[in-house]
């Protein structure tokens, strides 16, 4: 098991669930892959804004609890593995109050929203 706020090791899961991506082809083929990327995408961004928004105030917690939730959830849909499980490891330490593991958290969770968003943007454009 990981220490709370350590990022994933590389030996970790992939940045996007290969699986993942051929479940949504079989439910509803390339059209829905693309769009379920499209929206994963736009709510990352609106999340990850959620999520900076709580931790800079005083008692955000519960916004950042609240915008890791859903992005993990997401971010498992599409197979965004590593973004899903440091979502949950932020939803779990501002459980806790940890203020300061959560920002810790939170870097690790760019740079995994990154990496993830580099390889759906590829699945995607793969699509068309």
């Known amino acids: ?18 699986a993942a991506v051929v479940r949504l082809q079989r439910l509803g083929g390339d059209k829905l892959v693309r769009q379920m990327i499209r929206l994963y995408l736009e709510n990352a961004v609106t999340r990850l804004a959620q999520i900076d928004g709580g931790l800079s105030a005083e008692s955000g917690l519960d916004e950042v609890r609240r915008g890791a939730h859903s992005l993990k959830s997401s971010a498992a849909n599409v197979g965004a593995l590593r973004v899903s499980a440091t979502a949950a490891q932020l939803e779990e330490v501002t459980e806790s109050g940890d203020r300061e593991t959560a920002q810790r958290l939170r870097a690790t969770l760019w740079r995994n929203l990154e990496e993830a968003r580099e390889k759906l943007e590829g699945i995607a454009e793969g699509l068309a």
Do not use: L, Y
């Open 1 to 18: 098991m990981e220490a709370q706020g350590s990022a994933p090791s590389s030996g970790a899961a992939p940045a996007v669930d290969p």
